[in-house]
């Protein structure tokens, strides 16, 4: 390996590593503005500077300059320093000085470097520059006087996102960052744009003037919007969450999120369930707990088992389930299910619910076929692997189902489960050549009555063409309850059995994605944190806690188990869910087995072992010749598939109780119509 | 230079013309399918030959045929000050030098001039006939004060002479472009002054090269 040295200290480097990375290996930190590890090296913000031997007399922009053997690399020698200095002194010219009311104040890069490098007053006695504030969409705040051009922001849209709507106009001192016309950004990615800001040009709108950085306490969780469980921090002031952060999670989201993961937070102080209810002559009249565990305890003991369904929703920690799943168990109830939107998934090996290839195993894939998913609206951040792997250009990608602008090149496929059929029987090209395959079969291939033979198919595809299968949630909670058998015992009902509305009594575990009109005359138990659809037709409500205000376990569409972390506490009265139904069961005289969450994870873990694997993903494993398990072969049908989110804002209780995502949801609805005006 | 903007009226669409269309063809197959792209400015260029302008419009159809994404395209629009982003005077346009050179030999006589003729620059006068501008330098030095209208340099202006000129154009002539200090081409006044000697030309000057200037010197014999 060749070696260069640091300020003296000699270190090894892999060849084509930039000056700015040789120099980081050194420990040696190198001031940036325009540089990010994960975009394209622009070279224009030329804060990087260094000085090299052998090389000219003038200091070099480390950035973009390849380091090269015997290199001599100085960052700390009198040249280096005015340089610095000047480009600092540069850069403030024209930026204004409102730090005090600026949302970047605290954890603005130019502020912490001018700490660092710039002079104590300025030489400057000429305007400002004065720029237009540009309008991005709800979910971008810009303030452009304060922008340095270092177009990050452009290079994001384009590269990551896929979206190239960000653009720099003009020239010169009256170069100018917009969109094009100033429409809104249409990327689901958006809001990582005001994260690579290194100044405040770009900040966040739904939080603006809320909060300084340093009077947030932080607490690092993980997201449950989507089944990706990505990596977060939560950042909340007293009892409540002002913003989201994502972490960096090089396995899952690297260090993006979603503007769905993101802007959620005013979601959880809106539409809260803080005391328990119960429906009095058609009204929901707020109760204690005593009268709310004695109703409901009442209720359960005067019904048969049989008649009891049980249905945990889509933002469950593992341990409500497991706690709601060991009382209703006990009771001889049958009928759980933890699928609510029906898919056909959970009677087989685990590999036939996971995302086998994994999230970053993506990028080593040369064959994808997505079947009845639309991941760009499903799992933002896996679209955004899955494009990193096609700029790459070894990737292909395939789809089966319904055509949408996935931010890269696809073959499209065919529109239903015969197009796979002809594929699996050696029809077309799209396989031909591939060395590593992977085949997503998307909820929108699963949750229809032939789902478990489109499962099969796609099986019996993956391993004909050598491939791995992969399933891609749209749940967080629904890998935890697969893992943990949330299912029908046999002789009991699934979600659409307990929908024929002939229950006598339906618990739902933050279930609000079912047709609660189908319940029929049934006596409804809602447990969870938002007033929602659930709520709405419950006859006693049980508060619970929402993800951020409870320590909770979730399993991640490739089976990874993380273990999220209590940010605020749970409003009001409200209670932890598994605390409720340990309550719960000392009423029904079916005490559980455990007083604290250790004890309950205690018993999680040695119930269903690959809980305790935590942080751990069992990777690829392609599916026995016989596929045995996966989905059962049968009938196809002839419907297309659909995807299963119209409204990729709107998917949860807390998304549709937050403000924030309302607006987006109209405001990309807004710009569908303008488009579809405009042709 | 100052801000570009887009013009705020837009014409509700724009084509190419046939003639124009030839043109696009002809700059579309010198590149290929995967670089399209590098067609923007010929194309945006044909765009302000065909229209005087450059519309917004016409930066979503250069978009749509070089299949990249419009803000690319508007950002080579504003980025180059020679494309038009508003309409301009169908008599006229009229750029002043006003550059170190220009500027010595008068070029601000001139500028005061269009300043008092058409107002401000930049934009149209109110009769739809003249548009002018202040440039950077276009490269005529030697002929200096000049100014180029519409597609010719008209040079060595004078005040008088340069409201000749504008008071033409206005009648709808086509004055002519060049010196307009009687001169030809960038000749010194008053006529050429050098290489005068016929002798120069009729090869009796001519004689053979016996050391090459600048060649090293033969090595000294022992």
């Given at each position: 390996?060749?070696?260069?040295?640091?300020?003296?200290?000699?270190?090894?480097?892999?060849?084509?590593?930039?000056?700015?990375?040789?120099?980081?290996?050194?420990?040696?930190?190198?001031?940036?503005?325009?540089?990010?590890?994960?975009?394209?090296?622009?070279?224009?913000?030329?804060?990087c500077l260094v000085e090299v031997k052998p090389g000219p007399p003038k200091?070099?922009?480390?950035?973009?300059?390849?380091?090269?053997?015997?290199?001599?690399?100085?960052?700390?020698?009198?040249?280096?320093?005015?340089?610095?200095?000047?480009?600092?002194?540069?850069?403030?010219?024209?930026?204004?000085?409102?730090?005090?009311?600026?949302?970047?104040?605290?954890?603005?890069?130019?502020?912490?470097?001018?700490?660092?490098?710039?002079?104590?007053?300025?030489?400057?006695?000429?305007?400002?520059?004065?720029?237009?504030?540009?309008?991005?969409?709800?979910?971008?705040?810009?303030?452009?006087?304060?922008?340095?051009?270092?177009?990050?922001?452009?290079?994001?849209?384009?590269?990551?996102?896929?979206?190239?709507?960000m653009g720099m106009i003009s020239r010169g001192e009256d170069a100018e960052?917009?969109?094009?016309?100033?429409?809104?950004?249409?990327?689901?990615?958006?809001?990582?744009?005001?994260?690579?800001?290194?100044?405040?040009?770009?900040?966040?709108?739904?939080?603006?003037?809320?909060?300084?950085?340093?009077?947030?306490?932080?607490?690092?969780?993980?997201?449950?919007?989507?089944?990706?469980?990505?990596?977060?921090?939560?950042?909340?002031?007293?009892?409540?969450?002002?913003?989201?952060?994502?972490?960096?999670?090089?396995?899952?989201?690297?260090?993006?999120?979603?503007?769905?993961?993101?802007?959620?937070?005013?979601?959880?102080?809106?539409?809260?369930?803080?005391?328990?209810?119960?429906?009095?002559?058609?009204?929901?009249?707020?109760?204690?707990?005593?009268?709310?565990?004695?109703?409901?305890?009442?209720?359960?003991?005067?019904?048969?088992?049989?008649?009891?369904?049980?249905?945990?929703?889509?933002?469950?920690?593992?341990?409500?389930?497991?706690?709601?799943?060991?009382?209703?168990?006990?009771?001889?109830?049958?009928?759980?299910?933890?699928?609510?939107?029906?898919?056909?998934?959970?009677?087989?090996?685990?590999?036939?619910?996971?995302?086998?290839?994994?999230?970053?195993?993506?990028?080593?894939?040369?064959?994808?076929?997505?079947?009845?998913?639309?991941?760009?609206?499903?799992?933002?951040?896996?679209?955004?692997?899955?494009?990193?792997?096609?700029?790459?250009?070894?990737?292909?990608?395939?789809?089966?189902?319904?055509?949408?602008?996935?931010?890269?090149?696809?073959?499209?496929?065919?529109?239903?489960?015969?197009?796979?059929?002809?594929?699996?029987?050696?029809?077309?090209?799209?396989?031909?050549?591939?060395?590593?395959?992977?085949?997503?079969?998307?909820?929108?291939?699963?949750?229809?009555?032939?789902?478990?033979?489109?499962?099969?198919?796609?099986?019996?595809?993956?391993?004909?063409?050598?491939?791995?299968?992969?399933?891609?949630?749209?749940?967080?909670?629904?890998?935890?309850?697969?893992?943990?058998?949330?299912?029908?015992?046999?002789?009991?009902?699934?979600?659409?059995?307990?929908?024929?509305?002939?229950?006598?009594?339906?618990?739902?575990?933050?279930?609000?994605?079912?047709?609660?009109?189908?319940?029929?005359?049934?006596?409804?138990?809602?447990?969870?944190?938002?007033?929602?659809?659930?709520?709405?037709?419950?006859?006693?409500?049980?508060?619970?806690?929402?993800?951020?205000?409870?320590?909770?376990?979730?399993?991640?569409?490739?089976?990874?188990?993380?273990?999220?972390?209590?940010?605020?506490?749970?409003?009001?009265?409200?209670?932890?869910?598994?605390?409720?139904?340990?309550?719960?069961?000392?009423?029904?005289?079916?005490?559980?087995?455990?007083?604290?969450?250790?004890?309950?994870?205690?018993?999680?873990?040695?119930?269903?072992?690959?809980?305790?694997?935590?942080?751990?993903?069992?990777?690829?494993?392609?599916?026995?010749?016989?596929?045995?398990?996966?989905?059962?072969?049968?009938?196809?049908?002839?419907?297309?598939?659909?995807?299963?989110?119209?409204?990729?804002?709107?998917?949860?209780?807390?998304?549709?109780?937050?403000?924030?995502?309302?607006?987006?949801?109209?405001?990309?609805?807004?710009?569908?119509?303008?488009?579809?005006?405009?042709? | 230079?100052?801000?570009?903007?887009?013009?705020?009226?837009?014409?509700?669409?724009?084509?190419?013309?046939?003639?124009?269309?030839?043109?696009?063809?002809?700059?579309?197959?010198?590149?290929?399918?995967?670089?399209?792209?590098?067609?923007?400015?010929?194309?945006?260029?044909?765009?302000?030959?065909?229209?005087?302008?450059?519309?917004?419009?016409?930066?979503?159809?250069?978009?749509?045929?070089?299949?990249?994404?419009?803000?690319?395209?508007?950002?080579?629009?504003?980025?180059?000050?020679?494309?038009?982003?508003?309409?301009?005077?169908?008599?006229?346009?009229?750029?002043?030098?006003?550059?170190?050179?220009?500027?010595?030999?008068?070029?601000?006589?001139?500028?005061?001039?269009?300043?008092?003729?058409?107002?401000?620059?930049?934009?149209?006068?109110?009769?739809?006939?003249?548009?002018?501008?202040?440039?950077?330098?276009?490269?005529?030095?030697?002929?200096?004060?000049?100014?180029?209208?519409?597609?010719?340099?008209?040079?060595?202006?004078?005040?008088?002479?340069?409201?000749?000129?504008?008071?033409?154009?206005?009648?709808?002539?086509?004055?002519?472009?060049?010196?307009?200090?009687?001169?030809?081409?960038?000749?010194?006044?008053?006529?050429?002054?050098?290489?005068?000697?016929?002798?120069?030309?009729?090869?009796?000057?001519?004689?053979?090269?016996?050391?090459?200037?600048?060649?090293?010197?033969?090595?000294?014999?022992?």
């Amino acid at each position: 390996m060749p070696t260069a040295k640091v300020n003296g200290q000699e270190v090894e480097f892999e060849p084509g590593m930039t000056v700015l990375q040789v120099a980081e290996l050194a420990g040696e930190e190198i001031p940036r503005f325009c540089y990010h590890e994960r975009l394209s090296i622009a070279g224009n913000c030329r804060m990087c500077l260094v000085e090299v031997k052998p090389g000219p007399p003038k200091p070099q922009a480390s950035c973009a300059l390849p380091a090269a053997d015997k290199q001599e690399i100085f960052t700390n020698t009198p040249m280096v320093k005015k340089a610095r200095e000047g480009v600092m002194e540069f850069l403030l010219i024209n930026h204004p000085l409102d730090c005090p009311i600026c949302d970047q104040g605290g954890e603005c890069d130019l502020q912490d470097e001018a700490m660092g490098y710039g002079r104590d007053d300025s030489r400057y006695v000429e305007n400002k520059r004065a720029v237009e504030d540009k309008f991005l969409g709800p979910l971008i705040k810009t303030q452009m006087n304060r922008c340095i051009q270092c177009t990050r922001c452009v290079r994001l849209s384009t590269e990551i996102a896929g979206v190239s709507e960000m653009g720099m106009i003009s020239r010169g001192e009256d170069a100018e960052i917009t969109s094009y016309l100033e429409e809104a950004l249409t990327s689901e990615l958006s809001g990582n744009l005001a994260d690579v800001c290194p100044v405040g040009a770009l900040t966040h709108k739904p939080w603006a003037y809320n909060y300084r950085p340093w009077e947030l306490k932080k607490t690092e969780s993980i997201d449950v919007m989507d089944a990706l469980g990505s990596a977060i921090r939560v950042d909340a002031k007293g009892s409540q969450v002002m913003r989201i952060l994502p972490r960096v999670n090089e396995d899952i989201n690297e260090e993006w999120i979603s503007d769905k993961t993101r802007y959620v937070p005013d979601g959880l102080i809106r539409q809260r369930l803080d005391r328990p209810f119960i429906r009095v002559a058609g009204k929901l009249k707020p109760a204690t707990w005593a009268e709310a565990f004695a109703a409901v305890a009442g209720k359960l003991r005067a019904t048969a088992a049989d008649r009891i369904g049980v249905i945990a929703g889509d933002l469950q920690d593992a341990e409500s389930m497991k706690a709601a799943m060991d009382l209703f168990a006990s009771l001889g109830v049958k009928s759980l299910d933890c699928r609510q939107d029906g898919a056909k998934l959970g009677r087989g090996p685990r590999e036939s619910w996971l995302f086998n290839t994994t999230i970053a195993g993506i990028e080593g894939l040369d064959r994808l076929l997505l079947i009845g998913t639309n991941p760009r609206r499903e799992a933002p951040l896996l679209n955004a692997r899955i494009r990193k792997a096609w700029l790459k250009g070894k990737l292909n990608v395939g789809l089966i189902g319904e055509a949408a602008d996935l931010r890269y090149g696809f073959d499209y496929l065919g529109a239903g489960p015969a197009s796979l059929s002809k594929l699996v029987e050696g029809e077309g090209e799209f396989f031909k050549d591939g060395k590593a395959v992977g085949i997503v079969v998307g909820q929108g291939a699963l949750a229809r009555s032939d789902g478990a033979a489109v499962l099969n198919l796609a099986a019996r595809c993956a391993s004909t063409f050598g491939g791995t299968l992969n399933v891609l949630h749209t749940a967080a909670a629904r890998v935890g309850g697969l893992d943990m058998g949330f299912l029908p015992r046999s002789g009991g009902r699934d979600v659409a059995g307990m929908l024929k509305g002939d229950m006598d009594v339906v618990v739902l575990l933050g279930a609000d994605e079912i047709d609660t009109s189908a319940l029929g005359r049934a006596f409804v138990v809602y447990v969870g944190s938002h007033g929602d659809a659930g709520a709405n037709r419950a006859d006693v409500i049980l508060p619970g806690a929402a993800y951020v205000e409870k320590s909770g376990i979730y399993v991640n569409t490739e089976g990874r188990v993380q273990i999220a972390n209590r940010a605020t506490f749970p409003k009001g009265e409200a209670k932890e869910d598994w605390a409720i139904f340990r309550a719960l069961s000392e009423h029904l005289g079916a005490k559980l087995p455990y007083d604290s969450l250790e004890q309950l994870r205690a018993k999680l873990m040695a119930d269903h072992p690959t809980f305790g694997q935590v942080d751990y993903v069992a990777g690829t494993s392609r599916p026995a010749p016989g596929f045995a398990g996966f989905g059962e072969a049968g009938a196809l049908s002839d419907a297309p598939f659909s995807n299963p989110l119209t409204d990729f804002y709107l998917t949860n209780p807390i998304a549709r109780a937050s403000v924030t995502m309302a607006e987006c949801s109209s405001s990309l609805a807004a710009s569908h119509q303008r488009l579809e005006a405009a042709e | 230079m100052s801000v570009r903007r887009l013009a705020k009226e837009q014409p509700a669409s724009f084509a190419f013309t046939p003639e124009s269309l030839e043109k696009v063809n002809f700059w579309l197959a010198k590149y290929p399918p995967a670089k399209k792209q590098s067609a923007s400015i010929p194309l945006l260029w044909l765009v302000q030959k065909q229209e005087g302008w450059v519309c917004e419009p016409a930066i979503r159809l250069v978009a749509r045929m070089l299949e990249v994404p419009v803000i690319r395209i508007l950002e080579v629009a504003t980025f180059y000050t020679m494309f038009m982003l508003e309409p301009v005077g169908r008599a006229a346009l009229i750029q002043v030098c006003g550059t170190t050179p220009c500027a010595l030999r008068g070029a601000n006589d001139l500028l005061a001039i269009c300043q008092q003729e058409f107002g401000q620059k930049g934009h149209m006068t109110a009769d739809g006939l003249f548009t002018w501008e202040e440039v950077e330098c276009l490269g005529a030095c030697c002929n200096a004060p000049m100014a180029a209208i519409n597609d010719y340099y008209y040079e060595d202006l004078t005040p008088v002479t340069f409201r000749q000129i504008i008071a033409d154009f206005r009648a709808g002539k086509s004055p002519a472009p060049g010196s307009y200090a009687g001169r030809h081409s960038s000749e010194p006044a008053g006529g050429a002054q050098t290489l005068s000697d016929p002798a120069l030309y009729d090869g009796s000057k001519a004689h053979r090269i016996e050391k090459l200037p600048n060649a090293p010197e033969p090595e000294p014999v022992a």
